[in-house]
């Protein structure tokens, strides 16, 4: 991924020094194993584990020539060694250094990005706290609906994420695991007590079964998982987007001091982070189809799936990594102004009561049809003339004969629509 989309921490974990490091624990690991066995000579273990080091350029230099890179790696490594290098990849088949080192990786990578939803749930938390008794317009197809609090916006963002949290941890569970079992997994030159030996030292679950390779299931789970994360973002800020409209402007995204909106128009402020948030979003769920597409392969392996997830997968971590840090702070300092939106409830003419006076109607013995047709009239009068559809009710006969003024005063107060929302929030454990 680009620097400017990188955190310091995540690209350190995706470096070439970090992945080679992980192959050779996975080398040293399974060399100890091998000792325990009485099959490698207890010294020449330790040996490895003192003296075995690699250097990225001298990889990369016999890479050039083998054109395979674990075959670079352990001549690398082997340059440094005495006679204890005929013991470095014994019986083992490149991808189970390959595999059960990306597995490392990507469980380390999946614990960063649970820490990020951890704390952007928190913030989530809080804001929906604060405005939970702030009234705002409900949206149907873009249109005024019924009332609602920008809490319950948040609050329902909130439970969101703590699905998000539970399916991250199932699908890292499913990415924790390693493989030592040879060129089509039946163990015929590694005995299985390596391959748990090694998986324990890598904390890692061994695969129950494996061929050459850990199946892409696994990676295609955690990739789809990203991929709902990372829509759940898109979903959040193209709210913040709409809301941000000027015609709007019930919130907006934080406008950080010196910041500049337009080279042209110097008024101008844009929702340009969220914005960043949609687009960047598109790219991890396109490398989630990039990995279910890497789920089948050439019997017992091939190799059509390397190059696609030396791409997709430190790409799509280091993404949704940034962007859940990113999204983090929208949300945490968000500009939300109550006036716009008690403003914008008001611009409906008051139709948004409309459903109140229908189910008043009916409770009063009006057929459903005959009220609901007389309210829409109405409330279509409101629209095209502009008038105060309480007022348009007032002159109904047929409805001032059902309702008194109290009963349209009751039909038009806005707590009928908010009174269950601490019912909500104590249903989310958000008290």
Same mark, same amino acid.
């Given at each position: 991924?680009?620097?400017?989309?990188?955190?310091?921490?995540?690209?350190?974990?995706?470096?070439?020094? &970090?992945?080679?490091?992980?192959?050779?624990?996975?080398?040293?690991?399974?060399?100890?194993?091998?000792?325990?066995?009485?099959?490698? %000579?207890?010294?020449?273990?330790?040996?490895?584990?003192?003296?075995?080091?690699?250097?990225?350029?001298?990889?990369?230099?016999?890479? @050039?020539?083998?054109?395979?890179?674990?075959?670079?790696?352990?001549?690398?490594?082997?340059? &440094?060694?005495?006679?204890?290098?005929?013991?470095?990849?014994?019986?083992?088949?490149?991808?189970?250094?390959?595999?059960? @080192?990306?597995?490392?990786?990507?469980?380390?990578?999946?614990?960063?990005?649970?820490?990020?939803?951890?704390?952007?749930?928190?913030?989530?938390?809080?804001? @929906?706290?604060?405005?939970?008794?702030?009234?705002?317009?409900?949206?149907?197809?873009?249109?005024?609906?019924?009332?609602?609090?920008?809490?319950?916006?948040?609050?329902?963002?909130?439970?969101?994420?703590?699905?998000?949290? *539970?399916?991250?941890?199932?699908?890292?569970?499913?990415?924790?695991?390693?493989?030592?079992?040879?060129?089509?997994?039946?163990?015929?030159? *590694?005995?299985?007590?390596?391959?748990?030996?090694?998986?324990?030292?890598?904390?890692?679950?061994?695969? /129950?079964?494996?061929?050459?390779?850990?199946?892409?299931?696994?990676?295609?789970?955690?990739?789809?998982? #990203?991929?709902?994360?990372?829509?759940?973002?898109?979903?959040?800020?193209?709210?913040?987007?709409?809301?941000?409209?000027?015609?709007?402007?019930?919130?907006?995204? %934080?406008?950080?001091?010196?910041?500049?909106?337009?080279?042209?128009? %110097?008024?101008?402020?844009?929702?340009?982070?969220?914005?960043?948030?949609?687009?960047?979003?598109?790219?991890?769920?396109? &490398?989630?189809?990039?990995?279910?597409?890497?789920?089948?392969?050439?019997?017992?392996?091939?190799?059509?799936?390397?190059?696609?997830?030396?791409?997709?997968? %430190?790409?799509?971590?280091?993404?949704?990594?940034?962007?859940?840090?990113?999204?983090?702070?929208?949300?945490?300092?968000?500009?939300?102004?109550?006036?716009?939106?008690?403003?914008?409830?008001?611009?409906?003419?008051?139709?948004?009561?409309?459903?109140?006076?229908? #189910?008043?109607?009916?409770?009063?013995?009006? /057929?459903?049809?005959?009220?609901?047709?007389?309210?829409?009239?109405?409330?279509?009068?409101?629209?095209?003339?502009?008038?105060?559809?309480?007022?348009?009710?007032?002159?109904?006969? #047929?409805?001032?004969?059902?309702?008194?003024?109290?009963?349209?005063?009751?039909?038009?107060?806005?707590?009928?629509?908010?009174?269950?929302?601490?019912?909500?929030?104590?249903?989310?454990?958000?008290?």
């Amino acid at each position: 991924m680009i620097e400017r989309y990188t955190r310091p921490v995540m690209a350190k974990l995706w470096s070439e020094d &970090n992945r080679y490091q992980k192959w050779l624990e996975v080398e040293l690991l399974a060399a100890e194993a091998w000792a325990e066995l009485g099959v490698v %000579p207890r010294e020449a273990a330790q040996q490895l584990r003192k003296n075995a080091r690699f250097n990225v350029q001298r990889i990369n230099e016999i890479e @050039a020539e083998t054109r395979h890179d674990v075959v670079a790696f352990t001549r690398c490594i082997a340059e &440094n060694l005495g006679e204890e290098s005929k013991y470095l990849h014994y019986g083992l088949t490149s991808t189970d250094v390959v595999d059960t @080192a990306l597995s490392a990786v990507l469980k380390e990578a999946v614990s960063l990005i649970q820490e990020d939803l951890d704390r952007f749930a928190e913030v989530l938390r809080q804001q @929906a706290i604060r405005y939970k008794d702030v009234p705002c317009m409900g949206r149907t197809h873009g249109v005024h609906a019924e009332p609602t609090t920008f809490g319950l916006k948040l609050a329902l963002w909130y439970s969101e994420t703590r699905r998000n949290i *539970v399916r991250l941890a199932r699908a890292k569970e499913a990415i924790a695991v390693g493989k030592i079992s040879g060129a089509v997994g039946t163990y015929a030159n *590694v005995d299985p007590f390596v391959e748990r030996y090694v998986c324990e030292g890598m904390n890692l679950q061994p695969a /129950l079964i494996s061929t050459q390779i850990l199946q892409r299931d696994r990676h295609a789970e955690l990739m789809t998982t #990203l991929a709902i994360i990372a829509s759940c973002l898109d979903k959040y800020a193209t709210e913040i987007r709409g809301l941000q409209k000027t015609e709007i402007r019930e919130v907006e995204e %934080p406008f950080r001091p010196g910041q500049k909106g337009s080279s042209a128009m %110097p008024h101008k402020r844009n929702p340009v982070n969220c914005e960043q948030v949609s687009g960047l979003a598109r790219v991890i769920r396109g &490398n989630a189809i990039a990995a279910l597409e890497d789920i089948p392969l050439w019997h017992e392996r091939d190799i059509s799936h390397s190059s696609v997830e030396r791409i997709i997968l %430190p790409d799509t971590t280091t993404l949704i990594d940034y962007l859940l840090v990113k999204f983090t702070g929208i949300v945490k300092d968000l500009l939300v102004y109550p006036k716009n939106m008690l403003r914008n409830i008001d611009k409906s003419h008051g139709l948004i009561h409309s459903q109140q006076v229908l #189910l008043k109607l009916i409770e009063k013995g009006l /057929l459903r049809e005959t009220a609901y047709d007389l309210v829409q009239k109405n409330a279509m009068r409101a629209w095209e003339e502009e008038l105060p559809f309480r007022e348009l009710l007032s002159q109904e006969p #047929l409805i001032t004969e059902k309702l008194t003024a109290a009963d349209l005063d009751d039909c038009f107060d806005i707590r009928h629509h908010l009174k269950y929302v601490d019912d909500i929030f104590a249903k989310l454990g958000l008290v």
